[in-house]
């Protein structure tokens, strides 16, 4: 009988799926849900285990894009292993065996890990290193992986101890609840030297496939045996070495069973071709005129997690608000003759430095509490209107630009606000912010300026209603009581989202900061 494997749904919202690699060549005996091949989705690399055990015949080759539902292999039924192991060695090949050594005795049981819930906006993380190899063995609570959402950086600990096997590659993205990895569970301490053993599949053709396989380079001997894996690359480090121009031969795996992994593809280099030693050597020819001056390499580079969420975001915030920008300028030499005259004893006494952000952040939560529509949000058909000062912070990072939250900044003074503004920089920079400092801020300040900005136009930071946006500070020839004198300027910019936002109002709080900002003794006052 003729068993007709298809392509197995994978998620609400796949409709195809492309064939990554075979595991199994066509013909090979295979063994009910023995893995045969691996498929990938945009979003995630899966495994397809045999529906049966039998002959496989395959269908659908490597690189076809195949739709859910279409045949992916035939499986023989009827077909017998060239060597059937007994019944006796079956069962005695399933049972968990002790290794050698006092190394851990496997249960027999499976931990299937999934992606855990990491916040309430977020659907989808991205692998985004694995600490721990395919086939190590990990302690419960260890630390096995990063993953990366739109909003921080994550520890993965493994929920069980026992012997890894990697589901999901490095730089997949996976949805919340999909399968990350397995964990083979097994009791007793970690070994103490070598690398943890793979788990066996007790199948004849699975050893007879080892023995077949090629055998490793020399410095890889004694490490594991070949096995279908052995030289083979895993989709992430096909599609590197595609774009380098390279062949899997042209690499040593270092991943299990010789394995190639994506940080091998991405550390492997082009080989310049040899020169032939013999006969007389030939001068190059030069051609002139032909060849352009210069380098016309490119390179390719996955946009991360938060780097796609960014994008998608904030192209959803152009679409879907009716976001307007209206500029002012402030002469900001009163802040600074007050910061030039105290930023000493302030240091001092509360040991942080006087910045700027700091009467930024008093201005506008001065002027919210007066004009609270820039402090509220759409929630669907009504308006939210906030009684506090949740001030978001942009900040530069190497993975991307993330946005901090200072709670109740109305109830800070200037050192309770610089305090923050230091350690929530500190910990972005360290991709140590959790979800909840990222999170539920009703007014956003970013300042471009540190970069050399003059002006720009901030695109508002969904949910919310308004961002303000500093710029460098120039000094310009201004117009005082009748006379040209030169100032140190800023431009300032609100946008804002005219849905909830009148011109009247923005255009008001914007003047309200620089009165705020040119006279700051009334931040201090509260007048």
């Known amino acids: 009988m003729t068993l007709v494997m298809k392509v197995p749904a994978v998620g609400e919202s796949i409709t195809e799926v492309t064939i990554a690699q075979w595991l199994k060549n066509d013909g090979d005996y295979v063994e009910m849900d023995e893995m045969i091949a691996e498929i990938e989705t945009d979003k ?39 060597s059937p192991q007994s019944g006796t060695q079956q069962r005695e090949a399933a049972k968990p065996q002790e290794s050698s050594g006092g190394k851990p005795v496997k249960t027999g049981d499976i931990k299937e890990m999934v992606v855990p819930a990491v916040g309430e906006s977020i659907t989808e993380v991205t692998i985004g290193k694995w600490v721990k190899s395919n086939g190590d063995f990990v302690e419960m ?54 690398t943890a053993p793979v788990a066996d599949t007790g199948t004849t053709a699975t050893q007879a496939a080892a023995a077949a396989a090629p055998t490793q380079p020399a410095e890889n001997a004694g490490t594991s045996p070949a096995t279908y894996a052995t030289g083979h690359p ?54 002139t005129g032909t060849l352009p001056n210069g380098a016309r390499e490119q390179t390719r580079k996955k946009m991360s997690s938060l780097r796609r969420t960014i994008a998608r975001r904030l192209v959803a915030v152009k679409n879907e608000t009716a976001m307007l920008t209206t500029f002012n300028e402030v002469n900001m030499k009163p802040i600074m003759d007050l910061r ?33 529509a820039v402090n509220g949000m759409i929630d669907g058909d009504e308006v939210v209107y906030n009684d506090f ?5 942009a900040v530069s990072t190497p993975r991307g630009l993330v946005v901090p939250v200072i709670r109740n900044a109305e109830l800070l003074d200037f050192k309770g606000i610089e305090s923050e503004v230091i350690r ?9 912010l959790s979800i909840d400092e990222m999170t539920g801020g009703t007014f956003t300040i970013t300042n471009g300026g540190v970069f050399g900005s003059m002006m720009s136009t901030p695109i508002i930071n969904a949910p919310q209603s308004a961002i303000l946006g500093m710029h460098n500070i120039v000094e310009r020839p201004v117009v005082e009581n009748g006379e040209i004198v030169v100032r140190p300027m800023m431009y300032v910019a609100l946008s804002y989202d005219h849905r909830i936002i009148d011109g009247k109002e923005s255009v008001s709080f914007l003047v309200r900061v620089k009165q705020l900002l040119e006279d700051p003794m009334r931040l201090m006052l509260g007048v």
């Open 340 to 372: 030039k005259k105290y930023k000493e004893q302030f240091k001092e006494k509360h040991g942080v430095g006087l910045g700027f952000m700091s009467f930024f952040t008093k201005a506008c939560c001065a002027a919210l509490q007066e004009w609270p």
């Open 424 to 432: 929530l920089a500190i910990k972005a920079r360290d991709n140590k």
């Open 389 to 393: 000062c949740d001030i978001s912070i």
């Open 141 to 194: 609570d260890e630390d096995i992986a990063e993953i990366e959402s739109d909003k921080a950086t994550f520890d993965l600990p493994a929920e069980a101890s026992g012997y890894l096997q990697i589901v999901a590659e490095e730089g997949a993205t996976l949805e919340i609840g999909e399968a990350i990895c397995r964990i083979e569970v097994a009791e007793g301490k970690a070994p103490a030297t070598g």
């Open 44 to 82: 995630a690399t899966q495994e397809l285990p045999a529906e049966a055990a039998g002959m496989l015949k395959i269908v659908a080759q490597e690189g076809d894009t195949i739709e859910i539902g279409a045949t992916i292999c035939e499986i023989d039924t009827d077909a017998v292993p060239a």
């Open 234 to 287: 895993s989709p992430a480090a096909a599609k590197i070495l595609a774009e380098k121009g390279l062949q899997p031969g042209d690499v040593n795996g270092s991943g299990v069973d010789g394995r190639i992994t994506k940080e091998d593809a991405e550390k492997a280099q082009k080989q310049p071709t040899p020169v032939a030693q013999d006969g007389p050597s030939v001068p190059p020819t030069v051609v």
